[in-house]
Nanobody, 119 residues
Framework: QVHLAESGGGLVRPGESLRLSCETS????????MAWYRRTPGKQREWVAD????????NFADSVNGRFTISRDNAKNTLYLQMNNLKPEDTAWYYC????????????WGRGAQVIVSS
């Protein structure tokens, strides 16, 4: 059974940083492109960033490009999202998932990690 466990969220002030982790199990993590998504109340879940299976290729939404970094440790089956210079508009629940080339996701969503950016 696939399991996605996001962690590392919290309450921070604008300009501060957080690092999210996504521990996975139940599938061959190293074979899949992975991605981070986020959702705010009243809005659909949106794609934030993705990374290729080897970790060499990364892509970011315009809203986070230059501030967020996505990485992975295939030996630990874990995905990361380093978020720097956080803004109030980054406040959301953050989720990870495996991502197909067409943008669809493969697995049932985990519980997510809540990030609140507020002064």
């Amino acid at each position: 059974q696939v399991h996605l466990a996001e962690s590392g969220g919290g309450l921070v002030r604008p300009g501060e940083s957080l690092r999210l982790s996504c521990e996975t199990s139940g599938f061959l993590f190293r074979q899949y492109n992975m991605a981070w998504y986020r959702r705010t109340p009243g809005k659909q879940r949106e794609w934030v960033a993705d990374i290729g299976s080897s970790g060499m290729d990364t892509n970011f939404a315009d809203s986070v490009n230059g501030r967020f970094t996505i990485s992975r440790d295939n030996a630990k089956n874990t995905l990361y999202l380093q978020m720097n210079n956080l803004k109030p508009e980054d406040t959301a629940w953050y989720y990870c998932n495996a991502r197909n080339d067409d943008g669809s996701v493969l697995w049932t969503w985990g519980r997510g990690a809540q990030v609140i950016v507020s002064s």
